[in-house]
Antibody
């Protein structure tokens, strides 16, 4: 059974760096073709794809946010960490992590999401 | 980035109606097109992957079709529990862009 859960601060100030952790079970990020993605959703708006890290440490980022995003993995802890620098109120959103596999790269299993508010 | 355009943005239909949602990609995504259902306050749930394959456990009233740039999600007989927002997503290339969503309401 695959599960994922996001954790981190729910309130950050403008200009601060956001660090979110996705802790998962039921799969290993050392297994070929497996990945974990990050997606966000501002309140009342559509889903936005942010980043993806694969078992081989291949990392992909949304071009519009690439300069602010870093994704890393800790295989021994079954965790993936997303950092986003220079947070702004427009970054207020629910942040989700999700399991994926090559070649379809579908997002088959999702965490429950964490609402992050950016406000002074 | 590949742009994904869904239509309509919302619809209202009666129980038992056939509902069709369309998704258009700005360039070919071959069959790397997925559909998700999201209910308020919940994470999205995968319904259809690679354009037409039904995810395990998803009712057979849901179906997907299309290829390249034009895709369709069909609900053959709308049920009360289908009230939700539906998103298409291309996974042909990164970023794996999503459509703007279609909100389905029950009359």
């Amino acid at each position: 059974q695959i599960t994922l859960q996001e954790s981190g601060p729910t309130l950050v100030k403008p200009t601060q760096t956001l660090t979110l952790t996705c802790t998962f079970s039921g799969f290993s990020l050392s297994t070929s073709a497996v990945g974990v993605g990050w997606i966000r959703q501002p309140p009342g708006k559509a889903l936005e794809w942010l980043a993806l890290i694969y078992w081989d440490d291949d990392k992909r980022y949304s071009p519009s946010l690439e300069s602010r995003l870093t994704v890393t993995k800790d295989t021994s802890k079954n965790q993936v960490v997303l950092t986003m620098t220079n947070m702004d109120p427009v970054d207020t959103a629910t942040y989700f992590c999700a399991h994926t596999t090559i070649p379809s790269v579908l997002l088959g299993y999702w965490g429950q999401g964490i609402l992050v508010t950016v406000s002074s | 980035d590949i742009q994904m355009t869904q239509s309509p943005s919302s619809l209202s239909a009666s129980i038992g109606d056939r509902v069709t949602i369309t998704c258009r990609a700005s360039q070919s995504v071959r069959s790397f097109l997925n559909w998700y259902q999201q209910k308020p306050g919940k994470a999205p749930k995968l319904l259809i992957f690679t354009a037409s394959r039904l995810q395990s456990g998803v009712p057979s009233r849901f179906s997907g079709s299309g290829s390249a740039t034009d895709f369709t999600l069909t609900i053959s007989s709308l049920q009360p529990e289908d009230s939700a927002t539906y998103y298409c997503q291309q996974s042909y290339t990164t970023p794996g862009t999503f459509g703007g969503g279609t909100k389905v309401e029950i009359k």
